[in-house]
């Protein structure tokens, strides 16, 4: 059974930091890009991070130089530092797994940034 289960969301004043996780299991870890989004009430899922199984990334405009997606292969754990977090951040965070068609979703995490 695949399970994507991320931690580390909650409450933060403007200007913060946090570190999301997502531990993975039941999949070839070292095999997926993985990646995160976000969903802000009333909006679309958005594109925040990913990074390839070679370890190549790439951000939303929104999170470049603020967002660092990383992966532990040996955890089977990917992970997202958020500096500079701004009230526009806030959103209930993703993780996803994708191999060529297949893709999978973890249920969660609220991020919520105080102005």
């Known amino acids: 059974q695949v399970q994507l289960v991320e931690s580390g969301g909650g409450l933060v004043p403007a200007g913060g930091s946090l570190r999301l996780s997502c531990a993975a299991s039941g999949i070839a870890f070292t095999l997926y890009g993985l990646g995160w989004y976000r969903q802000a009430p009333g909006k679309q899922r958005e594109f925040v991070a990913t990074?390839?199984?070679?370890?190549?990334?790439d951000y939303a405009d929104s999170a470049k130089g603020r967002f660092t997606i990383s992966r532990d292969n040996a955890k089977n754990t990917m992970y997202l530092q958020m500096n500079s977090l701004e009230p526009e951040d806030t959103a209930v965070y993703y993780c996803?797994?994708?191999?060529?068609?297949?893709?999978?979703w973890g249920q969660g995490t609220q991020v919520t940034v105080s102005s």
């Open positions: 996803n797994a994708r191999l060529v068609r297949i893709a999978y």
């Open positions: 990074m390839t199984s070679a370890g190549s990334t």
